[in-house]
């Protein structure tokens, strides 16, 4: 399942390079949210995150074509162009009056993944229907115990545990979908 | 719902997420010492809750002037592009093929790719691709045989401008002895007169001290 959301991404990219834009928003709607807190995160400021994400989502798109499938995951190509662009946005910015030191930090890419990782599970998430998002909530997040979570739904114990295996079966089909690595 | 062994395979996932009384809890633990088709669905499913934890909060999202930009410059791109096509297929059928019709469209700009090689002692070789979108310049690296640097170290490229001034545009990343990188420098390609790599040693220093790794002409455009 993993590999099928890599060949999905591989394919954006190719459609991507061919000028179809709605690849490009698709790419930019995939990624642009991780690159912009990897851009809080390293570089401290909204208006560099920002420049951020537009120099790399504008680089990716532009330079598709270049992407070899045989060198990794797309996700990996995005991150490394977003490490160099960090590290020039930052060198720009120490030109300027105020400086801040670009801390070192674990690696930029680790931070990319999770910052990724984490997205792709909200979007898993965000795949259940809202039964199912509401009882995984009850249980998990809540910490409800089923008879508890019953008697709040007014639904049968029965109910509620069938509707919590399918929920959490739901889930796992969904992040093995979108290749959410665990 | 019973699976094969007998068992409410559907108390499995109650067990997984913490929902279970306690002698429920010690009835499926009971289960899965014993069953191998309980203990491989249980095994499936506890790394759930911590990937639901993952996901509670809301991601950083970046403003949407930036999507409206990037993907403003892929249809200017894209709509370039077909008039360039559209039209030189007209001239070519006009038989007016090429120089005039041709200048007035500004057709995509081609990309000069070049081959570097090392300046000894260094080993390195590729090719660097410049390009240009009128604003900046584009320069696509490739780069085998680079070795590995002693941290802080880092290769860095530069480009020479033609009065004089040297600009970094970026640090390569080095991956099993090569680098790719895609940089960008303000300004058209007439603007610069070299392409250096250099390894410098400090990639916090912002100074070129380095010895130089490949050293290339920048063509003209």
């Known amino acids: 399942m993993a590999g099928s959301a890599a060949t999905d991404q591989a394919s954006l990219l190719a459609r991507a390079a061919g000028g179809d834009e709605h690849a490009v928003a698709s790419l ?41 499938p045989s060198r990794g ?43 990724l990782r984490a997205e792709l599970v909200r979007a898993a998430l965000d795949r259940l229907s809202p039964e199912h998002r509401e009882v995984l909530e009850l249980a998990h997040m809540r910490g409800l115990r089923q008879v508890d979570i019953a008697r709040r739904l007014q639904l049968p114990l029965g109910t509620v545990k069938s509707r919590t295996y399918y929920a959490l079966h739901a889930f796992r089909l969904a992040c093995q979908e979108l290749g959410v690595q665990r | 719902m019973t699976t094969v062994c007998g068992h409410d395979r559907e108390l499995i996932a109650g067990l997984v997420l913490d929902g279970l009384d306690d002698v429920q809890a010690v009835t499926v633990r009971t289960w899965l010492a014993s069953c191998t088709t309980c203990r491989e669905e249980h095994a499936e499913l506890v790394p759930l809750p911590a990937l639901i934890d993952l996901g ?42 090429g120089v005039g019709i041709g200048r007035q469209l500004a057709p995509e700009p081609p990309e000069v790719a070049i081959a570097v090689s090392g300046v000894e ?25 680079l070795d590995e640097l ?27 002895g090569r680098a790719e990188a895609l940089l960008t420098a303000e300004g058209p390609p007439g603007t610069y007169v070299g392409f250096w790599v250099t390894a ?22």
């Open chain 1, 28 to 68: 930019y709607d995939r990624f642009a949210g991780p690159l912009y807190g990897f851009g809080l995160q390293r570089l401290g400021d909204p208006e560099l995150a920002e420049q951020l994400v537009q120099d790399v989502m504008t680089r990716v798109w532009r330079h598709a074509g270049r992407y070899d």
């Open chain 1, 73 to 115: 995951s797309v996700a990996t190509w995005v991150f490394a162009i977003a490490r160099t662009t960090a590290v020039d946005l930052h060198r720009r910015r120490q030109r300027l009056p105020r400086t801040t030191e670009l801390e070192d930090t674990p690696s930029p890419v680790d931070e990319l993944e999770d910052l």
């Open chain 2, 56 to 97: 509670r909060e809301p991601g950083p999202r970046a403003p949407e002037r930036v999507r409206d930009r990037v993907l403003a410059d892929a249809v200017r791109r894209r709509t370039r592009r077909r008039w360039s096509t559209a039209l030189v297929a007209a001239a070519l059928l006009a038989g007016l093929v």
């Open chain 2, 121 to 145: 002692p260094f080993e390195a070789s590729g090719t660097v691709a410049f390009r240009t979108d009128q604003e900046s310049t584009l320069v696509s690296v490739t780069l085998d045989g």
């Open chain 2, 150 to 176: 002693p941290e802080p170290g880092v290769y860095e490229a530069w480009l020479y401008r033609a009065d004089g001034r040297i600009v970094s545009i970026g640090q390569l990343d080095v991956i099993d």
């Open chain 2, 200 to 221: 410098e040693p400090d990639h916090r220093d912002p100074a070129h001290d380095g010895p130089t790794v490949v050293r290339a002409t920048v063509p003209h455009f």
